[in-house]
């Protein structure tokens, strides 16, 4: 016990030592939920849409009204003709356009009103959102005008959203970077760390002293723990204040879970250590099986159902998407029961660690 | 052997060694024995396995045949029990370049159990025996090599072991701190430590006070220095001078039979049989502006005639 005990005081020594790599450790995550939460905000506001209205009657003022006072989009500028879409599409002025025939009023009277939307594709979301929108204000202004005729619509939706009903893109993306730290600290920075240790020889002259493998491993994983803990800790805060990320379920759960996932990130950063030659091939090693499955194929930022489907098969295999299942249920939802999240993480857990210790007996003879 | 060891049991007995990486072997059937209070230097050239009969030693690897005892203990079964009686200091300098001078001591002292009131005074002693003492907070990456290799050594030395395994201590060290280094082994022999150096300079080799030669696995002289210059079985004379080149030239033009020419920086080495055959160099290199002495031999002739000869005793393909 006091072995560990000095290989853990020595490796916070490192740490603290390595200001840089600290910092690095410690901001990054922080950064990232600020950034990320700001940034992947999924709504639109204020589109500017270009409208040419070649009717120019009440109804039509009524339609271009309905649809600036939605909030979201502002009409930027009537267009004089035609002529005047292409070159707003090629100067950016507008996102969209409204083309409102000449006999709109008219043909609304007799029920078969036509308006073109003309969308920017160049970016293709942008576009999907805003064509989404232009529709949605459309029917609006059709259940309006049959509601006028004393018309019921004759089908109609209502979608409401639970657990993020303003789709605050934070919630969603919070527990994905709780994920992330843990995978980059407890994976990426162990394995760094242990096999910067065999490589400059260290490792040879510890194990000359009485202390025995386990205990040196012990010892130096600790302290990431700690850190991982420490630096998860830092972001559900951050989110919980910064962006009101809730938090429906239970911390004890949560950490629960939490400890489970760094038990699989250690094992992977042990199983890279072990397996790599030198401290650059465990660098990129621990980038391309922790850090870019963890961000792209965990259902991190990417929707997995949308993946083809080979590819959710991989999803399947990620800890981490199982994890932020068990995440999001818990902080969104306040759900307590995942049994299939749980057996694949207990699974993978028990596969890794017997993996990592393997291979690191026969390193280390 | 397997017992205790006694008073005049050696402190390192290594008998009939093997060991193979692959088809590779390493160790090839090598016999050591190391005294309390000797000093005993492991020479030969890279490769010859000195280093990992060291590691086999100090239990960080398993022999494939042979028994290795330190102590009594035997390094292959009772790797821990022997480490606390043991200090190694590996080849390449193994400590944190992040951590300072008491830290790393710190460290090693705590890895080896050293109770903390003993560690205290074990760590002034040692200081003061390196001369590290003004550099205690500087971090070990911003020592001279000299020094890096003391705190090493002081590393090695914090639990007060019986013996000193060192792999090549002084390779890449300036010639000052290696005088410095031997200086403070000889010290440690003279308290009673058994020390196994290995090195690969021959000038060393006169420091110890045992010497065995190693090439290819095994041991091909043994004994003390002057043991080991004087079992060399042939005729030695040395060729300096201004005119070496020429000499060279002539030497290499007309190869005598049974007659070896070595070049040892500014001077020539014959190595010959008899009266004869000296004169016949004699009369070649007349006139070439170099002067001939027959000399005693070295332990460095020993080892290079030592180690053309085909090896004797075992079969060699």
């Known amino acids: 016990m006091n072995r560990i005990l000095a290989v853990v005081r020595k490796e916070f020594l490192h740490i603290l030592r390595d200001r840089r790599s600290l910092a690095v450790a410690v901001l990054m995550p922080l950064a990232m939920v600020l950034i990320y939460g700001a940034v992947m905000d999924m709504e639109l506001r204020d589109l500017k849409v270009g409208v040419l209205d070649l009717d120019r009657s009440d109804r039509s003022r009524e339609l271009v009204r309905a649809m600036t006072s939605s909030g979201f989009i502002v009409a930027a500028e009537h267009l004089p003709g035609r002529e005047e879409i292409e070159p707003g599409f090629r100067q950016g002025r507008f996102l969209a356009a409204l083309v409102v025939p000449r006999g709109y009023g008219g043909d609304l009277a007799r029920g078969e009103a036509r308006v073109q939307v003309l969308v920017d594709g160049a970016d293709a979301s942008t576009a999907a959102t805003v064509a989404n929108y232009l529709q949605a204000v459309v029917a609006t202004v059709n259940r309006d005008l049959l509601r006028e005729a004393g018309l019921a619509a004759p089908f109609g939706a209502r979608t409401r959203i639970w657990f993020n009903p303003e789709l605050v893109s934070a919630r969603f993306v919070v527990p994905g970077l709780v994920a992330l730290v843990l995978m980059m600290i407890c994976a990426l920075l162990t394995s760094i760390a242990i096999t910067r240790e065999k490589e400059t020889g260290t490792l040879e002259q510890i194990l000359t002293t009485p202390v025995t493998p386990a205990q040196v491993i012990a010892g130096k994983v600790l302290p990431y723990v700690a850190l991982g803990a420490l630096v998860c800790t830092m972001v559900l805060l951050a989110g919980k204040w910064v962006f009101g990320v809730p938090m429906a379920g239970s911390w004890w759960l949560l950490a629960a879970y939490c400890l489970l996932f760094i038990v699989i990130a250690l094992a992977l950063g042990l199983l890279i250590s072990a397996r790599s030659p030198s401290l650059r091939v465990a660098m990129m090693a621990a980038l391309m099986v922790t850090m870019l499955p963890t961000m792209i194929l965990s259902g991190f930022v990417f929707p997995i159902a949308s993946m083809p489907g080979p590819l959710q098969v991989v999803c399947r295999l990620l800890p981490a998407t199982h994890f932020l299942v068990v995440l999001r249920g818990i902080m969104l939802k306040g759900q307590s029961w995942f049994p299939l999240q749980t057996a694949a993480l207990v699974v993978m857990a028990a596969v890794l660690l017997t993996l990592a210790v393997r291979s690191f007996r026969l390193r280390l003879e | ?317």
């Open chain 2, 1 to 317: 052997m397997n017992g205790p060891a006694g008073n005049d049991a050696p402190a390192i007995l290594v008998e009939d060694l093997r060991k193979s990486y692959g088809e590779r072997a390493a160790v090839r059937g090598l016999d050591l024995a190391v005294a309390s209070g000797r000093i005993c230097g492991l020479i030969g050239p890279d490769g010859a396995g000195k280093t990992t009969t060291m590691r086999i030693i100090c239990g960080l690897l398993r022999p494939d045949a042979g028994a290795v005892h330190v102590l009594g203990r035997d390094s292959a079964r009772e790797p821990r029990a022997v480490r606390e009686r043991l200090g190694y200091m590996p080849q390449r300098f193994s400590l944190y370049p992040d951590l300072t001078v008491a830290e790393n001591l710190r460290f090693f002292a705590d890895l080896f159990g050293v109770p903390a009131a003993e560690r205290v005074t074990r760590e002034a002693e040692l200081m003061e025996f390196s001369r590290l003492g003004p550099f205690r907070r500087r971090r070990a990456g911003q020592l001279s090599g000299g020094m890096k290799q003391k705190l090493a050594l002081s590393c090695t030395l914090i639990h007060t072991p019986e013996v000193l395994v060192l792999d090549e201590p002084t390779t890449g060290v300036d010639p000052v701190s290696r005088r410095e280094f031997w200086r403070i082994l000889r010290e440690l022999a003279g308290r009673g430590l058994a020390l196994l150096v290995s090195t690969p300079y021959m000038d060393e080799a006169g420091l110890c006070d045992d010497v065995v030669l190693m090439h290819e696995g095994r041991s091909i002289a043994r004994g003390t220095p002057d043991e080991v210059a004087a079992a060399f079985p042939r005729r030695l004379l040395e060729v300096r001078g201004a005119g070496l080149p020429e000499a060279l030239a002539r030497l290499a033009a007309s190869p005598r039979p049974g007659v070896k020419v070595h070049r040892y920086g500014d001077r020539l080495h014959v190595v010959h049989d008899d009266a004869a055959q000296a004169d016949d160099v004699a009369r070649l290199l007349a006139g070439a502006g170099v002067e001939l002495h027959p000399v005693a031999p070295g332990i460095e002739d020993t080892f290079v005639e030592l180690m053309a000869a085909p090896a004797g005793g075992e079969a060699t393909p």
